[in-house]
């Protein structure tokens, strides 16, 4: 099971541990050519003809010595550094509030528009002719509705980001040495097992550093491809967490700015347009966010590049 703390740490302890471990195998194998070149060496050694008078006559000078051959390779090793990253997330919070606006109403109102006369025997009464007409006005309107309140919090959030760095690993190999000062007669014969002896030491070196080179190229290429794929989703996870904080308040900021869009008044317009602003700055900082991650990711694609390159280029190169 993946750590919850370190969900590649799993994948990283693997590569290392091949890492090692092909660093030992390559070890054991050049001692094991060592070993058996020192006693072929010295059976060789035992073959040669012995000092004295018969030795003086074929003027032998035979040595056979022992030298360090330095092998070197490079092998990654990886450090998680912890990253605390901020960023300003937005914060919106519904609270109901009390809206008070006006509205264009008509209402009916009676006017006098005249009058006419009303006569009563010798009496004449003026009248008021009374119509209904329509009168405009602004009427007051209340709602209780719920209004965002929109702010900037500094949100914090820690990711793992490998450091590599190639290591250098050193095997010091003894290897048979002849040194073959004057020869004459039979000695001949000693002088070609010598050489070829040598020879087949120095060839049996060179393959087994090639085979190291190919299987730990292999092997390590695609665990440090496994690792970094690792590292790769954790930070995309990361991501979707992150932006899932703001989804929301966007979500809840432009349902607002249609219900004000809605409303008739200066009073809605004012707020409606407040509103858009502040999902203009909440998708602005999403935006920034997802930069952030995007570039991280990419950083760690570039990383694994270099990392398989300098495994191909210094393997025994």
């Known amino acids: 099971m993946p750590d919850s703390e370190n969900p590649c740490g799993q994948y990283q302890s693997n590569l290392e541990s091949k890492a090692r471990a092909l660093g030992v195998d390559l070890t054991d194998k050049m001692k094991i050519i060592s070993d058996k070149y020192q006693k072929e060496s010295q059976d060789l050694s035992d073959d040669s003809p012995n000092p004295g008078p018969v030795g003086g006559a074929l003027d032998l000078d035979f040595d056979v010595g022992w030298k360090d051959v330095s092998i070197k390779f490079d092998l990654p090793e990886f450090k998680m550094v912890t990253q605390e990253w901020s960023f300003d997330?937005?914060?919106?919070?519904?609270?109901?509030?009390?809206?008070?606006?006006?509205?264009?109403?008509?209402?009916?109102?009676?006017?006098?528009?005249?009058?006419?006369?009303?006569?009563?025997?010798?009496?004449?009464?003026?009248?008021?002719?009374?119509?209904?007409?329509?009168?405009?006005?602004?009427?007051?309107?209340?709602?209780?509705?719920?209004v965002p309140e929109f702010k900037i919090d500094r949100t914090s959030m820690k990711i793992d980001i490998p450091e590599v760095t190639m290591k250098t690993q050193e095997i010091i190999l003894g290897l048979p040495q002849f040194t073959l000062r004057s020869v004459h007669g039979e000695v001949n014969a000693i002088t070609d097992r010598a050489e070829n002896l040598k020879n087949s030491a120095n060839a049996e070196v060179i393959k087994a550093k090639a085979e190291f080179s190919n299987q730990a190229k292999a092997e390590l290429t695609q665990l440090t491809s496994t690792l970094f794929t690792c590292l790769r989703t954790t930070i995309q996870n990361k991501k979707s967490e992150a932006l899932a904080l703001l989804d929301p308040a966007i979500t809840m900021l432009n349902?607002?700015?249609?219900?004000?869009?809605?409303?008739?008044?200066?009073?809605?317009?004012?707020?409606?347009?407040?509103?858009?602003?502040?999902?203009?700055?909440?998708?602005?900082?999403?935006?920034?966010?997802?930069?952030?991650?995007?570039?991280?990711?990419?950083?760690?694609?570039?990383?694994?590049?270099?990392?398989?390159?300098?495994?191909?280029?210094?393997?025994i190169a």
């Open 89 to 146: 997330v937005p914060q919106v919070t519904m609270k109901n509030q009390e809206m008070i606006f006006h509205t264009p109403s008509t209402r009916m109102v009676n006017k006098k528009v005249g009058q006419y006369p009303e006569i009563d025997g010798f009496t004449v009464r003026w009248k008021d002719i009374i119509v209904s007409v329509p009168e405009f006005f602004m009427q007051e309107q209340k709602i209780v509705m719920g």
């Open 255 to 315: 349902e607002s700015v249609s219900k004000f869009s809605s409303i008739d008044s200066d009073e809605a317009r004012k707020k409606a347009a407040e509103l858009r602003q502040n999902v203009t700055d909440a998708i602005e900082k999403k935006k920034d966010m997802e930069t952030k991650f995007e570039t991280s990711i990419g950083d760690l694609v570039k990383q694994e590049q270099n990392v398989v390159a300098e495994l191909v280029a210094k393997l």
